[in-house]
Nanobody
Framework: QVQLVESGGGLVQPGGSLRLSCAVSGSRFSINTMGWYCQAPGKQRELVAI???????NYADSVKGRFTISRDNAKNTVYLQMNSLKPEDTAVYYC?????????WGQGTQVTVSS
């Protein structure tokens, strides 16, 4: 069974940085796309950043220039480096991976940006 374990969330002041990690285990097949989504209270879950198996990336406009997604295929791990954090970045961040035609989600990690 595919499992995703996220880490790295927490409380940070505006302008600060955090690095999220998501380790994937239990898959017999190669991981296609890996990504991060966020969901703020009262809002729908939305895409933050995504990276293909070839390393192509795509970002939400709100995080371009501040966040960087990367992956380590040998470790089946995806990262999200978040810099210059703003209060509006506060949300639960979910890791997502696509394996064959299935989506798999992590349990979510809380990121709170506040002074």
């Amino acid at each position: 069974q595919v499992q995703l374990v996220e880490s790295g969330g927490g409380l940070v002041q505006p302008g600060g940085s955090l690095r999220l990690s998501c380790a994937v285990s239990g898959s017999r097949f190669s991981i296609n796309t890996m990504g991060w989504y966020c969901q703020a209270p009262g809002k729908q879950r939305e895409l933050v950043a995504i990276i293909s198996s070839a390393g192509n990336t795509n970002y939400a406009d709100s995080v371009k220039g501040r966040f960087t997604i990367s992956r380590d295929n040998a470790k089946n791990t995806v990262y999200l480096q978040m810099n210059s954090l703003k209060p509006e970045d506060t949300a639960v961040y979910y890791c997502n991976v696509k394996i064959l035609f299935e989506n798999h989600w992590g349990q979510g990690t809380q990121v709170t940006v506040s002074s």
